[in-house]
């Protein structure tokens, strides 16, 4: 709707996809240049680059303070290729994964891909639209074999508190199960000292990518950490399915933890909460309700009940009578589909300005 709009001459302000408006540092973009010159275009190993393993590695002993193997890393087509492949390593047919009702509808589908069923379970503010230990206890049943979970979440961009995640982790380790963390925002996360589930213990999947912190949306790369046991078999399937990662993007990559690039990713996150600082109050004094101030990602996920019943409508409306693009719960959980709209502010400031002047003329006038 508003690419039609767009073709009519519409000017919109899109706050309804999750990408960073900023792109890769120069470091990344010469050493893709020199990658190229170098003639470095072959297909790497199905695990990637030793030196980009490697790489990724010292970011979490820099940033966490932990040592992982880089032998239990593996570089993949982005976080998505990530997810396909641990679903494909440990989902069986008729298996259940349980993660939160409203989480990001693709990991369901993840699961749906390997015969496996994933299993919604409705969280609220109260739990900060994430999956507690004792959900996690509640709803296991003899089918379940695992939880999915995503910290910080995409759409409502809130953290799973460290102590909880323990014991979420630790029930399932009781109950034989695997744990599966998409990590993809962790990076942006903005209060708080920094944590990743891979402190948990070496059984615990963690997902991530260089798409969001890294700016790197389109050079489609990630990667997952597995238990070592697992990386013979992760290794077989992302032969079959991929052969491997973009190379250039993988050569690209290895200069994202330059010095000089750290410090301008850690510019811009300061950015992003500059923007979340501003945009939150904002939504409250247009009538929203933020039940959670997202302390990670680069998205707001605000309850439109008190302005309208129907959320799917309204971000129609908005987008036809004020030109802002926003997207309704419905893609994220039956639980929240109607009551929630979902906002990133991965767009200039200016824009938000913009955005918040339009939607407050637009409501005035309803």
């Known amino acids: 709707m508003a690419a039609a709009l767009e073709q009519q001459g519409r000017h919109l302000i899109h706050m309804g996809i999750g990408e960073p408006d900023f792109t890769a ?13 170098d003639g ?11 030196a980009l393993r490697e790489a990724i590695a010292g970011h979490y002993r820099r940033v966490y303070g932990i040592e992982i193997s880089p032998s239990r890393i593996v570089v993949t087509a982005g976080a998505s290729a990530a997810l396909l492949l641990a679903c494909a390593a440990l989902v069986e047919p008729g298996s259940e994964v349980l993660m939160p009702d409203p989480s990001y509808p693709c990991n369901r589908h993840f699961v749906a891909a390997f ?7 409705q969280s609220g503010p109260e739990d ?6 004792q959900m996690v206890q509640e709803n296991w049943t003899t089918a379940t074999k695992g939880v999915l979970l995503a910290s910080p ?5 809130t953290s799973i508190l460290s102590g909880e995640l323990q014991k979420i982790v630790e029930t399932v380790r009781a109950k034989r199960g695997f744990t599966i963390v998409d990590e993809i925002y962790q990076g942006l996360s903005y209060d708080g000292a920094p944590f990743t589930a891979l402190s948990l213990g070496e059984d ?35 032969q079959n399915l991929f052969i ?23 510019e811009r996150k300061a950015e992003f909460k500059r923007r979340r600082d501003y945009i939150v109050p904002q939504l409250q004094r247009l009538g929203f309700k933020v039940p959670v101030v997202p302390d990670g990602a680069f998205y707001v996920y605000a309850d439109c009940s008190a302005i309208s019943d129907d959320a799917d409508a309204l971000t129609v409306d908005m987008l036809n009578k004020a ?15 109607h009551r929630y709209i979902r906002l990133s502010y991965a767009t200039s400031m200016e824009n938000l300005q913009e955005a918040v002047a339009r939607l407050e003329q637009y409501l005035a006038a309803r």
């Not at 900060?128 to 230990?133: D, M, W």
Request: hydrophobic share 50%.
């Open 323 to 337: 030109g802002v693009v926003l997207v309704p719960g419905l893609d994220f959980g039956p639980s929240t589909a």
């Open 40 to 50: 470095k275009m072959q297909y790497t190993s199905a695990t990637g680059l030793p």
């Open 115 to 121: 015969e496996g069923c994933a299993r919604l379970v």
């Open 25 to 37: 540092p120069p470091a990344v973009v010469a050493a893709a240049t020199q990658a190229m010159a």
């Open 128 to 133: 900060r639209f994430q999956l507690s230990a």
């Open 153 to 157: 979440s995409n759409p409502t961009g």
């Open 204 to 238: 615990v999947v963690v997902i991530n990518s260089f798409s969001k912190y890294f700016n790197m949306t389109g050079w489609r790369l990630g990667w997952l950490v597995l238990p070592e046991a697992l990386v013979p078999q992760v290794e077989k399937l992302a």
């Open 244 to 266: 491997c990662a973009s190379s250039i993007a993988q050569h690209a990559a290895i200069a994202c933890f330059a010095p000089e690039s750290i410090a301008l990713y850690e």
